[in-house]
């Protein structure tokens, strides 16, 4: 395997988020008697904001208004003042990757904003030469176009690059940008379909660490 640069997905890879994400939206339905449709929900992992609103609304119609300002209020009330754990692996990884002097970016289908405030919480803003999010791009995950943007910004051809995701909409849009794929499934198990891709599918990213320093 030779790459000449890492960029990593965020929620549910470098910070455990989905967990609470999941938790904070069932939560918003039952609070306005609404059905928690689990199946759809995970649909929408590594989708951006526009992805989610489309299939969120298919599934809630005029309910998705007070339903998405109940999530967001709740969930921005944690996010944006505490500090989301690190998933397993995700520093040693990054302090491998930066003494070997490899560029590592960020792709993550979070708006910027927030996106800066998760890492930042997380103390592990520090370790990203760019980041590269959902509200830059005209067509979200599944679609290749953020992780082809965030080569483009490191200035690496996207074939050079690995590309580190949990979900498999991540995965999908990382593969079609033909990177060197790892994904690291959280909430979402990957289907017969994705498996078939490929990829490398491990654990956690301390396997993913052990096997590059294998290579």
Known sequence: MNFKAAIFDMDGLLLDTERLCMRIFKQACETLNLPFHKDTYLSIIGRNAAGIETILHNAYGDDLPKLHQEWQLNYNAITHYQAIALKDGVVEL???????????????????????????????????????????????????????????????????????????????????????????????????????????????LHHVLQSLKSQ
């Open 94 to 204: 990054l302090q491998w990757l930066k003494a070997n002097n490899i560029p590592i970016s960020v792709a993550t289908s979070t708006h910027k904003d927030l996106a800066k405030i998760k890492l930042k919480l997380a103390g592990i803003d520090g370790y990203f030469d760019n980041l590269t999010c959902g509200c830059e791009v005209s067509n979200g995950k599944p679609d290749p176009e953020i992780y082809l943007l965030a080569a483009s910004r490191l200035g690496i051809e996207p074939r050079d690059c690995l590309a580190f995701e949990d979900s498999n909409n991540g995965v999908i849009a990382a593969v079609s940008a033909s990177m060197q794929t790892f994904q690291i499934p959280d909430l979402v198990t990957p289907s017969d379909e994705i498996i078939a891709l490929g990829h490398d599918i491990q654990p956690s």
